[in-house]
C-alpha cells in the first residue's frame, strides 16, 4: 500500500512510539487521527506537527478500553475523513501487580486496552475499511508476549492476546485487509528511567544498545507498505530474544 493520500488512525498516537509513528505517517503524506486518553496537550502538539507536513489531523479523546467511546470515535473518524485505510493499535498500559493480587482493576484495565481496545477500534472501522478496497492494520506488541516480565502480568497477558488477535483477524480480514504486528524491543526508555536500568536493557541485547524511536516507525512502516505479508509477527529488538 502507498501511503501517500491515505487516511490512518493511531491510538495512543499522542506521546512516545505512538508519535513517532504518527509524524512517520504524516510524513509519508497520510491524513492522521490522532487518540489519546489523557495527553490532550501532547495530542494538540503531534497534530500541529503532523500537520505541518501538508495533512491533515484530527484529535480524538478515546479511551479504547470504552465500547461507546471507541463507537464515538469511529463516527467523528468517519465524518471527518469517510474512513480509514490504516489502523496502528499503539495504545498501551504497563500497570503492574504483584501475584497473588486483590488490584483486580488494573489487571481488567491493562487487559481491557490491549485486548479490547485493539478489537474495539479494528471491528468499527472495518466496514468502512472494507468499503475503501482494503487496508493495513498494525498491532503494536512487544517481547512480553513471550518473555515473562515479573509485575507485569497483565501487560504481558494483553500483549500476547494481541499477538493472538493479529493472527485471528488476518485469517478473518484477508485477501482485502492485511493484519500484521510489531514487536519492537529497547528503542525508548521510560521517564526518569534510571541509568543503570538503561545500561543493562542495553546490554540485553546482541547489538548491546538501545534502538530509537524511528527504528519502530520504520518497521510500521514497512509492514504497511509490503502488500504480500500478513499474519506476521516483525520483531524489532536489536537480538534481545537471542541476547
Known amino acids: 500500500m502507498k501511503i501517500r493520500g491515505k487516511t490512518a488512525l493511531v491510538t495512543g498516537g499522542a506521546v ?6 504518527t509524524l512517520m505517517l504524516a510524513e509519508a503524506g497520510a491524513n492522521l487521527v490522532v487518540n489519546y486518553h489523557r495527553s490532550a496537550a501532547a495530542a494538540a502538539e503531534t497534530a500541529a506537527a503532523a500537520e505541518a507536513h501538508g495533512v491533515e489531523a484530527l484529535v480524538v479523546q478515546c479511551d479504547v478500553s ?14 471527518r475523513f469517510g474512513g480509514v485505510d490504516i489502523i496502528v493499535n499503539s495504545a498501551s498500559d504497563f500497570g503492574q501487580i504483584e501475584i497473588p493480587t486483590d488490584d483486580y482493576d488494573t489487571w481488567q484495565r ?11 477500534v ?19 506488541i512487544d517481547l512480553s508476549a513471550w518473555q515473562p516480565w515479573r509485575r507485569f502480568t497483565a501487560h504481558a497477558v494483553g500483549k500476547a492476546g494481541m499477538m493472538a488477535l493479529t493472527r485471528q483477524l ?13 514487536a519492537s524491543g529497547p528503542v525508548l526508555p521510560p521517564d526518569n528511567h534510571p541509568q543503570a536500568s538503561v545500561e543493562r536493557a542495553a546490554n540485553l541485547t546482541l547489538l548491546k544498545r ?26 524489532v529488538d536489536g537480538g534481545e530474544q537471542l541476547g
Open 210 to 235: 538501545w534502538g530509537e524511536p524511528a527504528d519502530a516507525a520504520n518497521a510500521v512502516r514497512y509492514l504497511i507498505e509490503a502488500d504480500f505479508v500478513t499474519g506476521s509477527i516483525l520483531v
Open 170 to 182: 488476518a485469517v478473518e480480514l484477508a485477501p482485502t485487509i492485511r493484519v500484521n504486528a510489531l
Open 122 to 140: 479494528t471491528n468499527s472501522l472495518i466496514p468502512a475499511m472494507q468499503a475503501r478496497g482494503g487496508g493495513a492494520i498494525v498491532n503494536m
Open 16 to 21: 512516545r512510539i505512538g508519535r513517532a509513528i
Open 66 to 79: 470504552d465500547l461507546a467511546a471507541v463507537q464515538r470515535m469511529a463516527t467523528a473518524t468517519l465524518d
Open 110 to 120: 491493562v487487559t481491557r486496552t490491549s485486548i479490547d481496545g485493539t478489537f474495539y
